[in-house]
């Protein structure tokens, strides 16, 4: 009986479905715009994972059954993003008829002045997600308040983006609740509370950084962009529709609460999601159609899936809160799943391993090392689609590089969310990239450029790296006592540090 005989990919034929995948995504923006992530992108993984699965019959010797259940593994372990997507729909839809997101919006227009708007969401963002420990929740909740009260004051959807999304990393970044914060110290062989202290040399300054030019984007464009009527008028039109009170704010206090008890994230969403039910039964009465407990009951569950319609006669307004609901998730969905589909081929061919494999051939000393790990870490975010791999696949790589050039596994860590938590969000087929779209509702690359902290990040760990600063030597293994002697009681380390 003949078998296949597996065979590895050159460097050139792994490159082939990356080329084509990236020249057909090109090609999708160029023509369709804002649109492609609503279809034909997807399309494209799809046909550059089939070309990719050819090239790994034909040449490599790869049976189709193997690839197929890869695939399908890749898909499985995006499950929980697809579910977190869709209940954040729900959440949005909901909390916009409860009023909870027009209360949000009204109280920032009346208390944050344009000048400092910008600097202040991206503070906001970052205590948020630092306690709830997620950059989707803070972005889905926080964020899409932000997003209408920088509208109202005048700012581009683009810009007031990118300052929540530079909010909400730095904050998962930093914090222990966070599931990047724990798998990346996990996967580089370092402790939690070590890699957060050492991940402050790096997130600090990039920080401060990002909140510098956010401040000087604002002062450059609030006074142009300010218009007090359309304040007003943004005020008068969500007090004529909804019933603001400061009391629904204790929806989304009461999600940061159970996040902040390290209750998971999809329980404390649909929590909040019924908390959004229930404010707006109470609140918001005159939002429902008559027909009695059947009519509201068949409203909340038509606008949890469809999302919330507004029709006050005010474009502007209509458009800022006709959103959220299970059904306008369903591109950002059909993206993840064919991006994992890619990734799962990718990665069952031997392509995506090889691919690193030539990243890693070119380190040349410890200098060096950081920026090819950096740069393993896009390489998973871009081709793998998704930040959970773009972590631990190179964490698993590059783990004996960093102990044979003798530095502690707390410089891997770090770089390994430098680069591959923070810029998932960046890449439009990435499931953090898709999520951050369809929650704030503004495309990936458009976004992208006002993402200071995402940018800035993985350049201020290649620049300390260069110039050798903060890269923590490890420390040598201390020889077991002898038979009979006891260990020296004062040569003890911190296992913290």
């Known amino acids: 009986m003949r078998t296949d005989r597996k065979k590895d990919p050159s460097l050139a034929l792994s490159l082939l479905p990356c080329l084509a995948l990236m020249g057909g995504l090109s090609v999708n923006v160029a023509l369709f715009g804002d649109?492609?992530?609503?279809?034909?992108?997807?399309?494209?993984?799809?046909?550059?994972?089939?070309?990719?699965?050819?090239?790994?019959?034909?040449?490599?010797?790869?049976?189709?059954?193997?690839?197929?259940?890869?695939?399908?593994?890749?898909?499985?372990?995006?499950?929980?993003?697809?579910?977190?997507?869709?209940?954040?729909?729900?959440?949005?839809?909901?909390?916009?008829?409860?009023?909870?997101?027009?209360?949000?919006?009204?109280?920032?227009?009346?208390?944050?002045?344009?000048?400092?708007?910008?600097?202040?969401a991206c503070l906001v963002c970052g205590v948020v997600s630092l306690a709830v420990g997620s950059s989707w929740s803070t972005m889905?909740?926080?964020?899409?308040?932000?997003?209408?009260?920088?509208?109202?004051?005048?700012?581009?959807?683009?810009?007031?983006?990118?300052?929540?999304?530079?909010?909400?990393?730095?904050?998962?970044?930093?914090?222990?609740?966070?599931?990047?914060?724990?798998?990346?110290?996990?996967?580089?062989?370092?402790?939690?509370?070590?890699?957060?202290?050492?991940?402050?040399?790096?997130?600090?300054?990039?920080?401060?950084?990002?909140l510098a030019g956010f401040a000087v984007v604002g002062l450059g464009r609030g006074g142009d962009g300010f218009d007090p009527a359309l304040v007003a008028r943004t005020v008068d039109g969500l007090s004529g529709v909804f019933f603001l009170h400061w009391g629904l704010l204790a929806v989304p206090l009461l999600v940061i609460l159970l996040a902040a008890r390290r209750v998971p994230a999809i329980p404390a969403l649909v929590v909040g999601a019924l908390l959004g039910a229930g404010a707006a039964l109470v609140f918001q009465p005159g939002l429902f159609p008559e027909g009695g407990a059947g009519g509201r009951y068949m409203h909340l569950l038509t606008v949890a899936y469809e999302?919330?319609?507004?029709?006050?006669?005010?474009?502007?307004?209509?458009?800022?809160?006709s959103r959220g609901g299970m059904t306008r998730m369903y591109a950002t969905v059909s993206l993840i799943l064919m991006?994992?589909?890619?990734?799962?081929?990718?990665?069952?061919?031997?392509?995506l391993p090889r691919l690193a494999r030539a990243v890693l051939a070119g380190v040349r000393g410890a200098r060096t090392l950081i920026p090819a790990t950096q740069a393993t870490c896009v390489l998973f975010n871009l081709f793998a689609a998704d930040q959970y791999l773009a972590i631990v696949v190179p964490g698993r790589m590059f783990r004996a590089a960093y102990a044979e050039?003798?530095?502690?596994?707390?410089?891997?860590?770090?770089?390994?969310?430098?680069?591959?938590?923070?810029?998932?969000?960046?890449?439009?087929?990435?499931?953090?990239?898709?999520?951050?779209?369809?929650?704030?509702?503004?495309?990936?690359?458009?976004?992208?450029?006002?993402?200071?902290?995402?940018?800035?990040?993985?350049?201020?760990?290649?620049?300390?790296?260069?110039?050798?600063?903060?890269?923590?030597?490890?420390?040598?293994?201390?020889?077991?006592?002898?038979?009979?002697?006891?260990?020296?009681?004062?040569?003890?380390?911190?296992?913290?540090?």
């Open 140 to 210: 889905g909740t926080v964020g899409v308040a932000l997003i209408g009260v920088g509208r109202a004051l005048g700012f581009p959807d683009p810009l007031v983006a990118g300052a929540v999304i530079s909010g909400a990393y730095f904050g998962d970044k930093l914090s222990p609740l966070s599931d990047t914060t724990n798998l990346a110290p996990a996967a580089a062989g370092s402790t939690l509370f070590e890699h957060i202290r050492h991940m402050l040399y790096t997130t600090l300054p990039a920080g401060a950084l990002a």
């Open 307 to 321: 999302g919330f319609t507004l029709n006050s006669g005010d474009a502007a307004l209509d458009q800022l809160l």
């Open 35 to 120: 649109g492609a992530s609503a279809g034909p992108n997807q399309i494209t993984l799809l046909l550059s994972a089939v070309f990719a699965a050819v090239l790994a019959k034909v040449f490599l010797g790869r049976s189709y059954r193997d690839l197929e259940l890869r695939a399908i593994q890749s898909i499985v372990l995006a499950m929980e993003a697809v579910l977190i997507l869709l209940i954040v729909g729900c959440v949005i839809g909901l909390w916009i008829l409860s009023g909870v997101v027009p209360t949000m919006i009204a109280l920032g227009v009346r208390l944050i002045h344009p000048a400092v708007f910008l600097p202040a």
């Open 405 to 497: 050039m003798g530095l502690a596994p707390k410089n891997l860590s770090r770089a390994l969310e430098d680069s591959g938590t923070m810029t998932s969000v960046l890449v439009p087929w990435n499931t953090c990239g898709a999520f951050a779209a369809a929650a704030l509702s503004v495309p990936t690359l458009s976004y992208l450029p006002w993402c200071f902290l995402n940018l800035l990040s993985p350049a201020v760990g290649i620049a300390m790296a260069a110039l050798g600063l903060a890269l923590a030597k490890a420390e040598p293994e201390k020889e077991a006592p002898a038979e009979g002697e006891s260990a020296d009681p004062s040569d003890k380390s911190d296992p913290s540090d």
């Open 339 to 351: 991006a994992m589909l890619f990734g799962g081929v990718m990665e069952a061919a031997g392509m």
